[in-house]
């Protein structure tokens, strides 16, 4: 069974996120989302709360999962006996930072390969960030995210 990683922060998952987590099933038996606690980060979502909804979201499909992890994405592939993680490029202006990563990644796990995957044209400028902001004013959502993601956010920003 060939397994991938794809980690991310995923705060809150976008419909560009699912995206490449379905085309990485084309590929891949497999798919693991590995949810960053990121403390350098401060995030809208919980970690539990973005585990649940990329679970609600895959519910049903047995071939992706979602945990938590905080460290290097190289032990946490160790950890799951993977040696691919899928990585998404939305422009060319992601590509030299993801470059850069995939490279200290491999010079830190010689064996790990880095898989980089496009999400349909229409995703490609879809980022969290854009749709948090978007979200806390009031903006309309369902093109961007799942209706779960939605109604989270809709409730956070309505606190």
Same mark, same amino acid.
């Given at each position: 069974?060939?397994?991938?990683?794809?980690?991310?922060?995923?705060?809150?998952?976008?419909?560009?996120?699912?995206?490449?987590?379905?085309?990485?099933?084309?590929?891949?038996?497999?798919?693991? !989302?590995?949810?960053?606690?990121?403390?350098?980060?401060?995030?809208?979502? /919980?970690?539990?709360? $973005?585990?649940?909804?990329?679970?609600?979201?895959?519910?049903?499909? *047995?071939?992706?999962?979602?945990?938590?992890?905080?460290?290097? !994405?190289?032990?946490?592939?160790?950890?799951?006996?993977?040696?691919?993680?899928?990585?998404?490029?939305?422009? !060319?202006?992601?590509?030299?930072?993801?470059?850069?990563?995939?490279?200290?990644?491999?010079?830190?796990?010689?064996?790990?390969? /880095?898989?980089?995957?496009?999400?349909?044209? *229409?995703?490609?400028?879809?980022?969290?960030?854009?749709? $948090?902001?978007?979200?806390?004013?009031?903006?309309?959502? /369902?093109?961007?995210?799942?209706?779960?993601?939605?109604?989270?956010?809709?409730?956070?920003?309505?606190?």
């Amino acid at each position: 069974m060939k397994k991938a990683l794809y980690p991310g922060t995923f705060d809150p998952i976008t419909l560009g996120h699912i995206d490449i987590i379905e085309r990485a099933l084309h590929l891949f038996d497999e798919v693991t !989302v590995a949810i960053a606690t990121s403390e350098a980060k401060t995030p809208l979502f /919980s970690l539990e709360e $973005r585990i649940d909804q990329i679970e609600t979201i895959f519910k049903g499909n *047995k071939n992706v999962r979602a945990i938590g992890f905080t460290g290097l !994405v190289v032990d946490l592939a160790k950890e799951e006996d993977t040696n691919v993680l899928i990585r998404g490029l939305r422009a !060319v202006s992601d590509f030299e930072y993801e470059f850069q990563l995939a490279n200290m990644n491999r010079a830190m796990s010689p064996d790990l390969e /880095s898989v980089f995957l496009t999400p349909k044209a *229409k995703f490609s400028f879809l980022s969290s960030t854009l749709v $948090r902001e978007i979200a806390s004013m009031g903006g309309q959502l /369902s093109a961007f995210v799942d209706p779960t993601v939605e109604e989270a956010l809709k409730k956070r920003f309505k606190d």
